[in-house]
Protein backbone atom coordinates (compact mmCIF):
# COMPACT_ATOMS: atom_id res chain seq x y z
CA UNK A 1 0.00 0.00 0.00
CA UNK A 2 1.25 3.23 -1.17
CA UNK A 3 2.51 5.27 2.03
CA UNK A 4 1.34 8.92 2.72
CA UNK A 5 3.46 11.37 3.32
CA UNK A 6 2.31 13.89 5.66
CA UNK A 7 3.11 17.75 7.06
CA UNK A 8 1.84 19.74 9.94
CA UNK A 9 0.93 23.17 7.89
CA UNK A 10 -0.61 25.83 10.14
CA UNK A 11 -4.00 25.67 8.13
CA UNK A 12 -5.81 28.55 9.92
CA UNK A 13 -2.67 30.95 9.17
CA UNK A 14 -2.92 29.45 5.79
CA UNK A 15 -6.74 30.67 5.29
CA UNK A 16 -5.88 34.30 7.41
CA UNK A 17 -3.39 34.85 4.81
CA UNK A 18 -4.68 34.01 1.37
CA UNK A 19 -8.15 35.57 2.93
CA UNK A 20 -6.06 38.64 3.17
CA UNK A 21 -4.27 38.55 -0.60
CA UNK A 22 -7.72 37.96 -1.85
CA UNK A 23 -8.76 41.31 -0.37
CA UNK A 24 -5.64 43.44 -1.84
CA UNK A 25 -6.73 41.81 -4.95
CA UNK A 26 -10.57 43.03 -4.44
CA UNK A 27 -9.57 46.46 -3.32
CA UNK A 28 -6.39 46.58 -6.24
CA UNK A 29 -9.27 45.73 -8.95
CA UNK A 30 -12.13 48.35 -8.05
CA UNK A 31 -9.32 50.86 -8.02
CA UNK A 32 -8.06 49.95 -11.83
CA UNK A 33 -11.56 50.16 -13.21
CA UNK A 34 -12.02 53.39 -11.52
CA UNK A 35 -9.31 54.63 -13.47
CA UNK A 36 -11.20 53.40 -16.23
CA UNK A 37 -9.38 49.83 -16.68
CA UNK A 38 -11.60 47.17 -18.33
CA UNK A 39 -13.59 44.92 -16.12
CA UNK A 40 -11.26 41.58 -16.87
CA UNK A 41 -8.53 43.21 -17.56
CA UNK A 42 -8.58 44.76 -14.32
CA UNK A 43 -9.09 41.25 -12.53
CA UNK A 44 -6.41 39.60 -13.75
CA UNK A 45 -4.17 42.19 -13.62
CA UNK A 46 -5.05 42.80 -9.52
CA UNK A 47 -4.45 39.05 -9.15
CA UNK A 48 -1.08 39.54 -10.50
CA UNK A 49 -0.36 41.05 -6.28
CA UNK A 50 -1.66 37.67 -4.57
CA UNK A 51 1.59 35.67 -5.09
CA UNK A 52 3.81 38.51 -4.28
CA UNK A 53 1.49 38.67 -0.81
CA UNK A 54 1.25 35.33 -0.37
CA UNK A 55 5.38 34.84 -0.96
CA UNK A 56 5.87 37.14 1.86
CA UNK A 57 3.38 36.41 4.34
CA UNK A 58 4.10 32.76 4.07
CA UNK A 59 7.34 32.86 3.95
CA UNK A 60 7.94 30.59 7.28
CA UNK A 61 5.25 28.22 5.66
CA UNK A 62 7.02 27.62 2.62
CA UNK A 63 10.68 27.79 4.18
CA UNK A 64 9.92 25.06 7.06
CA UNK A 65 8.16 22.97 4.34
CA UNK A 66 10.18 23.62 1.36
CA UNK A 67 11.68 19.73 1.17
CA UNK A 68 8.25 18.68 1.02
CA UNK A 69 6.87 21.04 -1.46
CA UNK A 70 9.43 20.41 -3.77
CA UNK A 71 9.43 16.83 -3.76
CA UNK A 72 5.90 17.23 -5.09
CA UNK A 73 7.09 18.80 -8.44
CA UNK A 74 10.02 16.77 -9.46
CA UNK A 75 9.83 16.16 -13.13
CA UNK A 76 10.56 12.95 -13.36
CA UNK A 77 7.27 12.03 -12.35
CA UNK A 78 5.55 13.90 -15.53
CA UNK A 79 4.64 11.37 -17.40
CA UNK A 80 3.18 11.46 -21.15
CA UNK A 81 0.51 9.55 -19.78
CA UNK A 82 0.20 11.20 -16.55
CA UNK A 83 0.10 14.13 -18.70
CA UNK A 84 -2.37 12.66 -21.39
CA UNK A 85 -4.81 11.62 -18.62
CA UNK A 86 -4.72 14.67 -16.77
CA UNK A 87 -5.55 17.04 -19.42
CA UNK A 88 -8.53 14.59 -20.71
CA UNK A 89 -9.79 14.81 -16.80
CA UNK A 90 -9.32 18.68 -17.21
CA UNK A 91 -11.80 18.51 -20.56
CA UNK A 92 -14.10 16.34 -19.49
CA UNK A 93 -14.70 18.52 -16.35
CA UNK A 94 -15.03 21.62 -18.78
CA UNK A 95 -17.96 19.52 -20.93
CA UNK A 96 -19.85 18.48 -17.58
CA UNK A 97 -19.98 22.06 -16.16
CA UNK A 98 -21.61 22.82 -20.15
CA UNK A 99 -24.14 19.81 -19.55
CA UNK A 100 -25.18 20.56 -15.59
CA UNK A 101 -26.02 24.81 -17.57
CA UNK A 102 -27.82 22.88 -20.41
CA UNK A 103 -29.53 20.95 -17.93
CA UNK A 104 -30.46 23.81 -15.55
CA UNK A 105 -31.50 25.78 -18.77
CA UNK A 106 -33.21 22.47 -20.31
CA UNK A 107 -35.60 22.60 -16.99
CA UNK A 108 -36.25 26.16 -15.97
CA UNK A 109 -33.76 26.09 -13.04
CA UNK A 110 -31.78 28.98 -14.37
CA UNK A 111 -33.93 31.57 -16.10
CA UNK A 112 -32.41 34.98 -16.85
CA UNK A 113 -34.44 37.71 -15.56
CA UNK A 114 -34.40 40.03 -18.18
CA UNK A 115 -37.54 40.15 -19.86
CA UNK A 116 -35.60 41.85 -23.61
CA UNK A 117 -33.29 38.89 -23.01
CA UNK A 118 -33.42 37.24 -26.15
CA UNK A 119 -34.72 33.33 -26.46
CA UNK A 120 -32.16 31.99 -28.34
CA UNK A 121 -29.33 30.10 -28.81
CA UNK A 122 -27.22 32.61 -30.19
CA UNK A 123 -23.90 32.10 -29.76
CA UNK A 124 -20.58 34.62 -31.75
CA UNK A 125 -17.26 33.87 -31.15
CA UNK A 126 -14.48 36.68 -30.91
CA UNK A 127 -11.49 37.15 -28.72
CA UNK A 128 -10.73 40.12 -26.96
CA UNK A 129 -7.10 41.72 -27.93
CA UNK A 130 -3.91 40.16 -27.34
CA UNK A 131 -2.74 41.25 -24.02
CA UNK A 132 -5.73 40.37 -22.52
CA UNK A 133 -6.38 37.30 -23.14
CA UNK A 134 -2.53 36.48 -22.57
CA UNK A 135 -2.85 37.98 -19.46
CA UNK A 136 -5.88 36.12 -18.61
CA UNK A 137 -4.11 32.62 -19.61
CA UNK A 138 -1.05 34.03 -17.43
CA UNK A 139 -3.07 34.32 -14.51
CA UNK A 140 -5.76 31.51 -15.20
CA UNK A 141 -3.83 28.86 -16.26
CA UNK A 142 -0.96 29.11 -14.50
CA UNK A 143 -0.72 31.47 -11.17
CA UNK A 144 -4.26 30.32 -10.18
CA UNK A 145 -3.59 26.72 -10.31
CA UNK A 146 -0.64 26.69 -8.85
CA UNK A 147 -1.39 28.96 -6.16
CA UNK A 148 -4.11 26.66 -5.20
CA UNK A 149 -2.87 23.62 -5.32
CA UNK A 150 0.02 24.46 -3.60
CA UNK A 151 -2.19 25.63 -1.35
CA UNK A 152 -5.18 23.53 -0.85
CA UNK A 153 -3.63 20.05 -1.77
CA UNK A 154 0.28 20.54 -0.87
CA UNK A 155 -0.71 21.90 2.48
CA UNK A 156 -4.34 21.56 3.85
CA UNK A 157 -5.11 18.21 2.13
CA UNK A 158 -1.47 16.75 3.45
CA UNK A 159 -1.79 18.29 7.39
CA UNK A 160 -4.83 16.48 7.45
CA UNK A 161 -3.57 13.26 6.07
CA UNK A 162 -2.79 11.98 8.69
CA UNK A 163 -6.54 11.68 9.65
CA UNK A 164 -7.63 9.39 6.52
CA UNK A 165 -8.62 10.76 3.23
CA UNK A 166 -12.17 11.21 3.66
CA UNK A 167 -11.21 13.79 6.11
CA UNK A 168 -8.02 14.96 4.12
CA UNK A 169 -9.67 15.34 0.83
CA UNK A 170 -13.37 16.62 1.62
CA UNK A 171 -11.65 19.66 4.13
CA UNK A 172 -9.46 20.34 1.69
CA UNK A 173 -12.19 20.58 -1.02
CA UNK A 174 -14.71 22.89 1.18
CA UNK A 175 -12.01 25.31 1.70
CA UNK A 176 -11.32 25.14 -2.34
CA UNK A 177 -14.91 25.99 -2.76
CA UNK A 178 -14.96 28.66 0.19
CA UNK A 179 -12.28 30.67 -1.55
CA UNK A 180 -14.79 30.74 -5.27
CA UNK A 181 -18.22 32.90 -5.74
CA UNK A 182 -21.12 31.08 -3.67
CA UNK A 183 -23.03 30.09 -6.85
CA UNK A 184 -20.32 27.79 -7.99
CA UNK A 185 -19.77 25.74 -4.19
CA UNK A 186 -21.11 22.96 -5.74
CA UNK A 187 -19.58 22.77 -8.55
CA UNK A 188 -16.05 23.82 -7.22
CA UNK A 189 -16.34 20.95 -4.16
CA UNK A 190 -16.45 18.59 -6.60
CA UNK A 191 -13.88 19.71 -8.41
CA UNK A 192 -12.24 19.61 -5.20
CA UNK A 193 -13.03 16.02 -4.21
CA UNK A 194 -11.44 15.07 -8.09
CA UNK A 195 -8.00 17.40 -7.64
CA UNK A 196 -7.73 15.76 -3.76
CA UNK A 197 -7.98 12.25 -5.14
CA UNK A 198 -5.91 12.66 -7.74
CA UNK A 199 -3.59 14.04 -5.03
CA UNK A 200 -3.99 10.91 -2.89
CA UNK A 201 -3.01 8.56 -5.03
CA UNK A 202 -0.57 9.71 -7.01
CA UNK A 203 1.14 11.84 -4.18
CA UNK A 204 2.85 14.63 -6.63
CA UNK A 205 0.56 18.34 -7.21
CA UNK A 206 1.31 17.35 -11.12
CA UNK A 207 -2.04 15.42 -11.79
CA UNK A 208 -4.09 18.03 -10.39
CA UNK A 209 -2.00 21.16 -11.39
CA UNK A 210 -2.35 19.82 -15.36
CA UNK A 211 -6.43 19.26 -14.51
CA UNK A 212 -6.74 22.62 -13.28
CA UNK A 213 -4.93 24.52 -15.43
CA UNK A 214 -6.48 22.69 -18.61
CA UNK A 215 -9.89 23.28 -17.17
CA UNK A 216 -9.20 26.58 -15.96
CA UNK A 217 -7.50 27.48 -19.86
CA UNK A 218 -10.85 26.26 -21.19
CA UNK A 219 -12.91 28.90 -19.09
CA UNK A 220 -10.31 31.73 -21.17
CA UNK A 221 -11.80 30.25 -24.57
CA UNK A 222 -15.74 30.15 -23.56
CA UNK A 223 -15.36 32.86 -20.96
CA UNK A 224 -13.28 35.22 -22.68
CA UNK A 225 -13.69 34.39 -26.65
CA UNK A 226 -17.35 33.18 -26.47
CA UNK A 227 -20.49 35.11 -26.48
CA UNK A 228 -23.99 33.23 -25.66
CA UNK A 229 -27.94 33.77 -25.07
CA UNK A 230 -30.29 31.26 -24.61
CA UNK A 231 -33.37 32.29 -22.39
CA UNK A 232 -36.26 29.86 -23.57
CA UNK A 233 -39.19 31.27 -22.59
CA UNK A 234 -41.37 29.65 -20.00
CA UNK A 235 -44.05 27.74 -22.22
CA UNK A 236 -41.19 25.91 -24.05
CA UNK A 237 -40.38 24.59 -20.79
CA UNK A 238 -39.25 22.17 -20.37
CA UNK A 239 -36.69 21.29 -23.23
CA UNK A 240 -37.54 17.59 -22.59
CA UNK A 241 -34.60 16.56 -25.83
CA UNK A 242 -31.81 19.03 -24.86
CA UNK A 243 -32.28 18.20 -21.28
CA UNK A 244 -31.88 14.29 -21.76
CA UNK A 245 -29.53 15.07 -23.98
CA UNK A 246 -27.63 16.92 -21.78
CA UNK A 247 -27.99 14.76 -18.40
CA UNK A 248 -26.51 11.72 -20.23
CA UNK A 249 -23.28 14.35 -21.04
CA UNK A 250 -23.06 14.80 -17.67
CA UNK A 251 -23.32 11.51 -16.48
CA UNK A 252 -20.81 10.03 -19.38
CA UNK A 253 -18.56 12.92 -18.45
CA UNK A 254 -18.25 11.76 -14.65
CA UNK A 255 -18.37 8.66 -14.91
CA UNK A 256 -14.93 8.50 -17.31
CA UNK A 257 -13.30 11.32 -14.77
CA UNK A 258 -14.04 8.64 -11.92
CA UNK A 259 -12.68 5.99 -14.71
CA UNK A 260 -9.20 8.05 -15.66
CA UNK A 261 -8.94 8.66 -11.89
CA UNK A 262 -9.15 4.78 -10.79
CA UNK A 263 -7.07 3.11 -13.83
CA UNK A 264 -4.27 5.67 -14.17
CA UNK A 265 -4.01 8.55 -11.95
CA UNK A 266 -1.09 6.91 -9.45
CA UNK A 267 0.14 4.05 -11.26
CA UNK A 268 2.98 5.79 -12.21
CA UNK A 269 4.60 6.81 -8.85
CA UNK A 270 3.44 3.93 -7.27
CA UNK A 271 7.16 1.66 -7.22
CA UNK A 272 8.25 4.93 -5.63
CA UNK A 273 6.85 4.15 -2.63
Keep these: MTAKRSIRAPIVAILVILTAALFARSFLQLRLQERGVDADFAKDLSYLVVPVILGILMFPILRDNKTFLLGLFRRKYLTLRLVATAIAIGVLM ?21 PAA ?13 PVIALGFVV ?3 LIPVIEEIVHR ?3 QSSMSHRGPVVAITTSAILFAVFHPPASYLFVFAWGIVFGIQFWKSQTLLPS ?27 DLPLIWP ?31
Design 94 to 114: RIAWWCQLVVRVSFGISVDPD
Design 118 to 130: LAGPSFSFGCPPL
Design 140 to 142: MAV
Design 154 to 156: GLI
Design 209 to 235: LVSHATYNGLIQLDWRCMTGTWNPPSS
Design 243 to 273: GVVAIGGLAFSIGMVAWLILKNVGMHTASRH
